[in-house]
């Protein structure tokens, strides 16, 4: 049973413009979320993350929001440049369980 | 260089073989993880530790297991019983719960 979800497979943007990223979660126990960010063959690479007890962090052109009442989030991406074309996995952890949506495959147009 | 290493990067193995992944890390992680990724999918969780010679089944542990005897490796077998074990496998480690977890490169394997 997928605990966390990332519902849009894919999202096109262009360059300059915002990109958001959704994911949602059942888990209640989840108690910190990370965005991770990957190449083909390569392994994850760190973003940003949230720990439950905030509502947003920011780092960069990197926010994320949490919203713990409908068990979602988000990552928002400003401005999108083309460097930024890559798979992003939304994470969740419930004490050292590390568990991660299906990802979604941006792609930043010139 | 402080890190997490994978190896080997390719691997191909005949069907009803056993074959053993490895990861290694110099970070003093307490906790490690294995990950599954198949093509156009997310990253499952194999089995996870969260210290030496203990640990915990993910959401896909059959066909597959562990050990834990150092804490700066987390070799995985893929055992015959894996029906379908062509994949890339990422290992990841982490030091406290709330901190970013670090990956390796992955080890690609193919059953051939």
């Known amino acids: 049973d997928q605990q966390v979800k990332q519902n849009s497979p894919s999202l096109s943007v262009q360059e300059g413009r915002i990109s958001i990223l959704n994911c949602d979660y059942t888990?209640?126990?989840?108690?910190?979320f990370l965005w991770y960010k990957k190449y083909p063959a390569e392994g994850p690479t760190f973003l940003i993350s949230i720990s439950s007890i905030k509502d947003k962090n920011e780092d960069g052109r990197f926010t994320v929001f949490l919203n713990k009442s409908a068990k979602h989030l988000s990552l928002h991406i400003v401005p999108s440049q083309p460097g930024d074309s890559a798979v992003y996995f939304c994470a969740a952890l419930n004490d050292y369980k590390l568990s991660f949506g299906a990802g979604t495959t941006v792609t930043v147009r010139a | 260089d402080g890190g997490i290493t994978q190896s080997p990067k390719y691997l191909f193995r005949k069907e009803g073989q056993n074959v053993t992944l490895s990861c290694e890390q110099n970070?003093?992680?307490?906790?490690m993880y294995w990950y599954r990724q198949d093509p156009g999918q997310g990253l499952r969780l194999i089995y996870y530790s969260q210290i030496v010679n203990d640990f915990q089944k993910g959401d896909i542990a059959e066909g597959y297991s562990v050990s834990r005897e150092k804490k700066e490796s987390f070799p995985l077998t893929v055992t015959s019983a894996q029906k379908n074990p062509t994949a890339f496998y990422l290992c990841a480690s982490t030091n406290t719960v709330g901190t970013e977890a670090f990956f390796g490169q992955g080890t690609r394997l193919t059953v051939v």
């Open positions: 888990n209640s126990m989840f108690d910190y």
């Open positions: 970070l003093n992680h307490d906790a």
